[in-house]
C-alpha cells in the first residue's frame, strides 16, 4: 500500500513538473523584444514567451525557478545585455548553448553610454561608472536591425519555414521604415528640436537618431522618482525660456514630476512611450511596438511645433 502510494506520489511529481516546464520556443525578457520575435514568428508554430509580466516594473525584475526552467527549455533565448538584465549573467553558465541560442539586442546595434545632462538628478552611488544604455529598442532604425538579426536567428532553428520567416520580416521591416520616415518628416518640419521630459529618460538612441536634443529629470534606469527642487526648478526654467509647449512623461508613470511642472509652466503633459513594459490592458489587446511608435509620434508633433 504505502509502495503504491509512493508511485503515485511520484507519477503526479513527474507530470506536475512537465506541465510547469512549458516549452516555449522562444523566451524573451522584455516586452521589445517579445514582440520583435512575435512579429517574425506570425503563422508559425513558434510560441513566443515574456517574463516580464505586463504593467510591472522592469528594473526589479527578479526571475523565478520556472522562468530559469522556460529560459533552459527555450531555442532561443532574448535579452537586452544591460543593467536590468544582470541577473542574467548568474544563469547563462546553466545554459547549454547547444540546445538554447543566447541572443543579445546590446550585441546587435551600436550602443552608447548612459548620459547625464545638464539638470539631470544624478544617482549618488553610481556617478562615479558610466553604463552602457540599454534602451536600444527606442530607436526604430535599431527595431530594423534587431528584426533583421534576430530573423536569422530563427530560421537557423526551423529551416523548413524560412520562407515564412523572411516575408514576416519583410512585412514587418515595411512598417518600422515608415515610423522611421514619418519621424523624419515631423522632426525636419517641425519649429524646434528640443523635448524635455519630467520623468526618466530611455530615449537617448532615438534622439542621436533623429537629431533631437533633450532635458530630463532622470537618466534611462534610474530607480529614483522623486526629483529635487533644483531638477524640477532647472526643467521649469528650460520650459519657460525654451517656451516648450510639451512635457513628457513615460509608460506606467506616476507623472508627478510632469504634472508638478505643467502646473508652473502650462505646458501640456502628454505621454511618450519607450516600450520598456505594456499595461495588462494594452497587452491584452495585443498592442505592438509599432502602435507605441505611432502614438509616439502624434506626441512628438505636438511637443516640436
Ligand atoms: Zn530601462
Same mark, same amino acid.
Given at each position: 500500500?504505502?509502495?503504491?502510494?509512493?508511485?503515485?506520489i511520484?507519477?503526479?511529481?513527474?507530470?506536475?513538473?512537465?506541465?510547469?516546464?512549458q516549452?516555449?520556443?522562444?523566451?524573451?525578457?522584455?516586452?521589445?523584444?517579445?514582440?520583435?520575435?512575435?512579429?517574425?514568428?506570425?503563422?508559425?508554430n513558434?510560441?513566443?514567451?515574456?517574463?516580464?509580466?505586463?504593467?510591472?516594473?522592469?528594473?526589479?525584475?527578479?526571475?523565478?525557478?520556472?522562468?530559469?526552467?522556460?529560459?533552459?527549455?527555450?531555442?532561443?533565448?532574448?535579452?537586452?545585455?544591460?543593467?536590468?538584465?544582470?541577473?542574467?549573467?548568474?544563469?547563462?553558465?546553466?545554459?547549454?548553448?547547444?540546445?538554447?541560442?543566447?541572443? $543579445? *539586442?546590446? @550585441?546587435? +546595434?551600436?550602443?552608447?553610454? =548612459?548620459?547625464?545632462? %545638464?539638470?539631470? #538628478?544624478?544617482?549618488?552611488?553610481?556617478?562615479?561608472?558610466?553604463?552602457?544604455?540599454?534602451?536600444v529598442?527606442?530607436?526604430?532604425?535599431?527595431?530594423?536591425?534587431?528584426?533583421? $538579426? *534576430?530573423? @536569422?536567428? +530563427?530560421?537557423?532553428?526551423? =529551416?523548413?519555414?524560412? %520562407?515564412?520567416? #523572411?516575408?514576416?520580416?519583410?512585412?514587418?521591416?515595411?512598417?518600422?521604415?515608415?515610423?522611421?520616415?514619418?519621424?523624419?518628416?515631423?522632426?525636419?518640419?517641425?519649429?524646434?528640436?528640443?523635448?524635455?521630459?519630467?520623468?526618466?529618460?530611455?530615449?537617448?538612441?532615438?534622439? %542621436?537618431?533623429?537629431?533631437l536634443?533633450?532635458?530630463?529629470?532622470?537618466?534611462?534606469?534610474?530607480?529614483?522618482?522623486?526629483?529635487?527642487?533644483?531638477?524640477?526648478?532647472?526643467?521649469?526654467?528650460?520650459?519657460?525660456?525654451?517656451?516648450?509647449?510639451?512635457?513628457?512623461?513615460?509608460?506606467?508613470?506616476?507623472?508627478?514630476?510632469?504634472?508638478?511642472?505643467?502646473?508652473e509652466?502650462?505646458?501640456?503633459?502628454?505621454?511618450?512611450?519607450?516600450?520598456?513594459?505594456?499595461?495588462?490592458?494594452?497587452?491584452?489587446?495585443?498592442?505592438?511596438?509599432?502602435?507605441?511608435?505611432?502614438?509616439?509620434?502624434?506626441?512628438?508633433?505636438?511637443?516640436?511645433?
Amino acid at each position: 500500500m504505502k509502495k503504491i502510494l509512493v508511485v503515485i506520489i511520484m507519477l503526479f511529481l513527474i507530470t506536475g513538473c512537465n506541465k510547469n516546464s512549458q516549452e516555449y520556443t522562444i523566451v524573451a525578457t522584455n516586452f521589445p523584444s517579445y514582440d520583435f520575435a512575435r512579429a517574425i514568428t506570425k503563422d508559425s508554430n513558434i510560441e513566443v514567451e515574456m517574463l516580464l509580466k505586463p504593467g510591472s516594473e522592469i528594473h526589479d525584475f527578479e526571475p523565478t525557478p520556472q522562468d530559469i526552467l522556460k529560459i533552459k527549455n527555450s531555442k532561443i533565448f532574448i535579452y537586452v545585455g544591460g543593467e536590468s538584465d544582470a541577473w542574467i549573467d548568474d544563469i547563462l553558465i546553466d545554459i547549454d548553448p547547444t540546445k538554447t541560442k543566447i541572443v $543579445k *539586442l546590446m @550585441d546587435l +546595434v551600436d550602443t552608447y553610454e =548612459e548620459e547625464i545632462t %545638464e539638470g539631470m #538628478e544624478e544617482e549618488a552611488e553610481e556617478s562615479a561608472e558610466t553604463e552602457l544604455d540599454e534602451h536600444v529598442w527606442t530607436s526604430p532604425v535599431n527595431a530594423i536591425k534587431i528584426t533583421e $538579426k *534576430l530573423t @536569422d536567428e +530563427v530560421i537557423s532553428i526551423d =529551416e523548413p519555414n524560412k %520562407e515564412l520567416y #523572411e516575408s514576416n520580416r519583410d512585412s514587418y521591416i515595411k512598417e518600422l521604415e515608415s515610423i522611421d520616415n514619418e519621424i523624419k518628416k515631423v522632426v525636419k518640419n517641425a519649429k524646434r528640436k528640443e523635448i524635455i521630459f519630467g520623468d526618466r529618460f530611455p530615449f537617448r538612441y532615438f534622439v %542621436e537618431e533623429y537629431g533631437l536634443t533633450y532635458y530630463a529629470a532622470f537618466p534611462g534606469c534610474s530607480e529614483a522618482s522623486e526629483a529635487s527642487a533644483k531638477t524640477i526648478s532647472f526643467l521649469i526654467n528650460k520650459v519657460k525660456e525654451d517656451k516648450i509647449p510639451v512635457i513628457f512623461h513615460i509608460e506606467l508613470s506616476n507623472k508627478k514630476i510632469a504634472e508638478a511642472i505643467a502646473k508652473e509652466t502650462g505646458a501640456k503633459v502628454l505621454e511618450f512611450n519607450s516600450a520598456h513594459n505594456i499595461s495588462k490592458t494594452d497587452f491584452d489587446k495585443n498592442i505592438g511596438y509599432i502602435d507605441i511608435m505611432k502614438n509616439n509620434i502624434v506626441a512628438l508633433k505636438e511637443a516640436l511645433n
